[in-house]
């Protein structure tokens, strides 16, 4: 994965310091306390339209996207409780420890070593498509799009991720929002009962 370059030009005009504020709102954006609100609104929605029963089955298939999603990311990374199933993979430096990059902006090395499929898009991104499948209203699925896109984001301009690594964590967290979307399909009959 380090021969990877086609993202690189990319990575360098999309991470450039904007200075403390804008330092400070993609990583309150990287965080979970900010988007406490949204998830909250998403229960609701869910609590209205399916009744607890609706509530109980989202989260049941809201820990399995995203848990999916966090675990598959963490095998290319080497971390997690799945970190070692495939240990001749070679994983990429997030950007803030490359070599070679000309001006990185780095509001912070509180980091692991690498990035190789980003575990933020790839939770994002079934949370996302799980909810926005599951609530049902263009607005809020427009709301999800752009949260997304906002986390995602976060993670190049905090030197977290190149682009690839975000792209595949997408397509991870496609993969485990399907998953989560046939579960809640499967217990979704018992809501209404």
Request: charged residues 10%; glycine residues 8%; hydrophobic residues 55%.
């Amino acid at each position: 994965m380090e021969n990877v370059t086609w993202d690189i030009a990319l990575f360098e005009a999309l991470n450039f310091d904007g200075g403390t504020l804008l330092d400070s709102l993609m990583t309150i954006a990287s965080g979970v306390v900010v988007w406490l609100p949204l998830y909250a609104l998403i229960v609701y929605m869910v609590w209205r339209r399916y009744s607890w029963r609706g509530v109980v089955a989202l989260f049941l298939s809201v820990v399995l996207a995203m848990g999916m999603a966090d675990l598959i990311a963490g095998i290319f990374k080497h971390t997690g409780p799945l970190g070692e199933v495939w240990p001749s993979f070679p994983a990429r430096l997030r950007p803030m420890f490359s070599e070679g990059l000309d001006s990185v902006h780095v509001p912070s090395y509180d980091h692991g070593q690498y990035g190789t499929v980003s575990a933020h898009a790839a939770t994002i991104i079934a949370m996302s498509l799980l909810s926005s499948v599951v609530v049902a209203r263009r607005w809020f699925t427009w709301i999800m799009v752009a949260v997304a896109l906002v986390i995602c984001y976060s993670r190049i301009y905090l030197a977290c991720h190149f682009p690839q690594d975000i792209v595949l964590g997408a397509a991870v967290g496609l993969a485990s929002a399907s998953a989560g979307i046939a579960l809640f399909n499967y217990i979704c009959p018992l809501c209404k009962e």
